[in-house]
């Protein structure tokens, strides 16, 4: 079973950046979508990027396009987001995420994810 361990949250003011890391105990990372997620307090769980097995196509939510930039290194089995403009409605809990299938880059597929990393922002 793949485990997912983030780092790199912390306290930023408003404008500041952050950038996240996560690293995947998967043999065959290269075959998997990864995604980033976040919950902030009272809230549902939001997707917020993914970036698809191979070839690196990337979405984003519309909520942090423009600002956030996930990436990938297949070769140390990891997956970036590095949030920039970050702003006080960005404060979460941040995850990173992956199907339990390759070759899919849907949504909701998603089916494994890591413990979270908390980012706080204020203003």
């Known amino acids: 079973q793949v485990h997912l361990v983030e780092s790199g949250g912390g306290s930023v003011q408003a404008g500041g950046s952050l950038r996240l890391s996560c690293v995947a105990s998967r043999g065959t990372f290269s075959l998997y979508t990864m995604g980033w997620f976040r919950q902030a307090p009272g809230k549902e769980r939001e997707w917020i990027a993914s970036i698809s097995w191979t070839e690196g196509r990337t979405n984003y939510a519309d909520s942090v396009k423009g600002r956030f930039a996930i990436s990938r290194d297949n070769a140390k089995n990891s997956v970036y987001l590095q949030m920039n403009s970050l702003q006080p409605e960005d404060t979460a809990v941040y995850s990173c995420?992956?199907?339990?299938?390759?070759?899919?880059?849907?949504?909701?597929?998603?089916?494994?994810w890591g413990q979270g990393t908390q980012v706080t922002v204020s203003s």
């Open positions: 995420a992956t199907p339990v299938a390759p070759y899919t880059d849907y949504v909701g597929d998603f089916a494994v």
